[in-house]
């Protein structure tokens, strides 16, 4: 085992094989050497800082249907809402004020924030704060409308990949929706100039160690600017409202290995991370990650997007406290910045 992370360092690659057992042989002391390395590297990059990302959640009407997802088009438990170009500007007018430098605009498929729409919500951010950063959460799209939403301003693009084994991929998602066209997203973003994030949950249904291989291998031969991972949590009203959830130990994990594969990829520590354990976060950042997304989504909307069930997001964790985050993070030994926080691909080696 130690023989297999002193690989992995040196080289940042790994067979599948080699992931796989990594995986499936892990322990605690395999764990805490991980990220004593991940935690290594990363100070040498990022040093002791965090970055936050302002979170608006500005529509949970999605026509996709994926199996995990509590805002399925097929829930029809789900209460719909869409913000508003105005007061989604509202949303970054006081996220501004607390300090965020990025925002991020999170949504379900939603029909209504056309191209146009979209880019003006853009110009809109860019005009009024020019030293921010913009990213968009907004699922799969044609080339054309990533384009334009680029040439309007936006500067990075989250869209996980969700897992990287076709197979496995066809049994989370309903059959209209492809593999194939999921990574020709992520290509198209990557070469339109976008900082592009992937990304995987973990402990989602029919996962095994193979398939987290695959991811690995994927981020590997990707470099992702981001990648959001972070624990499966059943909804109660989508068909895997039985299954079990994810788990914090394992998530970790597997952000120590993504550090070590490439060491500057932003890294969250995830909403559902911190919503499965009281000190998910706390535990994501210790095992490499170094960046957290508050949400300042108005608060009527934030428990109207649940993507799985007793998201956090009124407490502590929400952007109007983010002095109680800085303080939890201090606690750990992390200064919270704000700026940008554009990756940093040089390595200060
Ligand atoms: N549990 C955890 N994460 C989820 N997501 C969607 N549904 C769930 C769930 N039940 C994640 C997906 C999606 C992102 C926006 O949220 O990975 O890409
Ligand atoms: Fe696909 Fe929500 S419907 S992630």
């Known amino acids: 085992m130690l023989s297999l992370i002193d690989k992995l360092e040196k080289n940042r690659c790994l067979s599948l094989d080699e992931y796989r057992y990594l995986i499936d042989n892990r322990d605690g002391t395999a764990a805490d050497e991980l990220a004593r390395r991940a935690v290594r590297?990363?100070?040498?990059?990022?040093?002791?800082?965090?970055?936050?990302?302002?979170?608006?959640?500005?529509?949970?009407?999605?026509k996709n249907d994926c199996i995990y997802c509590g805002i399925r088009r097929s829930n029809h438990s789900c209460d719909?809402?869409?913000?508003?170009?105005?007061?989604?500007?509202?949303?970054?007018?006081?996220?501004?004020?607390?300090?965020?430098?990025?925002?991020v605009l999170q949504g379900g498929e939603d029909e209504y924030f056309s191209d146009d729409v979209v880019c003006d919500i853009i110009r809109g951010i860019k005009n009024k704060y020019p030293d921010c950063a913009v990213t968009l959460?907004?699922?799969?799209?044609?080339?054309?409308?990533?384009?334009?939403?680029?040439d309007a301003g936006a500067d990075r693009y989250l869209l996980r990949h969700e897992t990287a084994d076709r197979a496995h991929y066809n049994k989370l998602h309903p059959k209209e929706m492809s593999f194939d066209n999921r990574m020709e997203c992520l290509k198209n973003l990557r070469e339109i100039g976008y900082q592009v994030g992937c990304?995987?949950?973990?402990?989602?249904?029919?996962?095994?160690?193979?398939?987290?291989?695959?991811?690995?291998?994927?981020?590997?031969?990707?470099?992702?600017?981001?990648?959001?991972i972070g624990p499966?949590?059943?909804?109660?009203?989508?068909?895997?409202?039985?299954?079990?959830?994810?788990?914090?130990?394992?998530?970790?994990?597997?952000?120590?290995?993504?550090?070590?594969?490439?060491?500057?990829?932003?890294?969250?520590?995830?909403?559902?991370?911190?919503?499965?354990?009281?000190?998910?976060?706390?535990?994501?950042?210790?095992?490499?990650?170094?960046?957290?997304?508050?949400?300042?989504?108005?608060?009527?909307?934030?428990?109207?997007?649940?993507?799985?069930?007793?998201?956090?997001?009124?407490?502590?964790?929400?952007?109007?406290c983010v002095s109680c985050l800085k303080d939890r993070m201090k606690s750990i030994g992390y200064e919270v910045v704000t700026d940008r926080g554009d990756i940093r691909k040089i390595e200060r080696r």
């Open 199 to 228: 990304g995987f949950m973990v402990g989602s249904p029919y996962q095994t160690g193979a398939e987290l291989a695959k991811d690995l291998k994927f981020i590997e031969g990707f470099k992702p600017d981001m990648c959001g």
């Open 80 to 103: 719909r809402y869409r913000l508003n170009p105005r007061e989604i500007s509202d949303c970054v007018d006081e996220g501004y004020s607390l300090g965020f430098r990025t925002f």
């Open 232 to 320: 499966f949590v059943p909804h109660r009203d989508t068909p895997f409202a039985g299954e079990k959830q994810g788990t914090v130990e394992l998530t970790c994990y597997l952000i120590s290995i993504i550090r070590l594969i490439y060491p500057p990829v932003l890294l969250p520590a995830t909403t559902a991370l911190g919503t499965i354990h009281p000190l998910g976060r706390e535990a994501g950042i210790k095992a490499g990650a170094n960046v957290v997304m508050p949400n300042l989504s108005p608060v009527a909307a934030r428990k109207k997007y649940e993507l799985y069930n007793n998201k956090i997001c009124t407490g502590e964790e929400s952007a109007q």
């Open 137 to 150: 959460s907004l699922g799969e799209r044609g080339r054309e409308s990533y384009k334009r939403m680029y």
């Open 41 to 62: 590297i990363r100070r040498e990059i990022y040093g002791n800082t965090v970055f936050i990302r302002g979170l608006i959640e500005i529509s949970n009407i999605c």
